[in-house]
């Protein structure tokens, strides 16, 4: 934070600093509690400092590829439940994914789900079961929390008139609130108020308590209801 995040700009763009950290983060695997703590949105709060969350073994990939070749540093927050979660094939071409995007993956006209990381599974199972009751979700996964890339945030809520943010994270300064202040700033994108799915503004519990701890599908869908019309509310 000190010298990494501001090398560049202390030298006038001299010198940069091509710095990865990597750290496990977040919880969902019965750790130790001061093990599962969410802190992208302390990170994000330094300036030059780019805050990386990947959702997936691809995702992992290809961002942490584009976080190596990067020329300044990159906090790359790795979710702990996704090291064991399941199994995906990542062909190794050396190909990366780009910085600074939101990655679409699902289409939906009804609402936007906006998620990263581990809470990513969450989100599309919801995103399916609504679909089977008559509700499209479009679900975007951030990827890149510092800087956010609004444009793709805004172009998605814009169709759809309706925003569920979804983040592990306790709600109190959590980055959900950050993106639902930048989607408020948009005249006529928002149908209805942006609803916040998160963590408690608690420590994270010990691990028998865990599950109540972070967002789940039942809490993802009631979110999504409340941001529909009454008559599909009720469904």
């Excluded at 050396?94 to 599974?121: H, N, Q, Y």
């Excluded at 172009?155 to 609130?177: D, F, M, N, P, Q």
Aim: net charge neutral; hydrophobic share 45%.
């Amino acid at each position: 934070m000190n010298h990494a995040a501001r090398l560049r700009t202390r030298t006038r763009g001299r010198l940069t600093c091509p710095l990865v950290l990597r750290a496990p983060y977040s919880g969902g695997i019965h750790a130790l509690e001061h093990h599962s703590e969410s802190t992208e949105a302390m990170l994000a709060h330094i300036p030059g400092l780019r805050v990386v969350i990947p959702s997936s073994p691809a995702r992992a990939y290809g961002l942490l590829l584009a976080a190596i070749r990067d020329p300044d540093p990159v906090v790359f927050l790795e979710p702990k439940r996704i090291y064991r979660a399941g199994h995906e094939e990542v062909v190794d071409d050396g190909t990366a994914l780009p910085l600074d995007t939101c990655f679409r993956v699902r289409e939906g006209g009804d609402v936007t789900l906006i998620t990263w990381g581990a809470m990513l599974v969450e989100t599309t199972t919801a995103a399916g079961m609504l679909a089977s009751q008559g509700i499209e979700a479009e679900v975007i996964d951030v990827a890149t929390l510092k800087p956010i890339d609004m444009e793709t945030i805004v172009a998605s809520v814009s169709k759809t008139g309706r925003a569920v943010i979804v983040h592990e994270a306790a709600l109190s300064g959590g980055l959900g609130g950050e993106i639902a202040a930048r989607l408020a700033e948009h005249d006529g994108v928002l149908r209805a108020p942006v609803r916040r799915v998160t963590g408690y503004d608690t420590v994270m519990p010990l691990a028998r308590l865990e599950k109540h701890y972070l967002p789940s599908i039942s809490r993802i869908m009631t979110a999504v209801r409340e941001t529909m019309p009454a008559e599909l509310q009720a469904r």
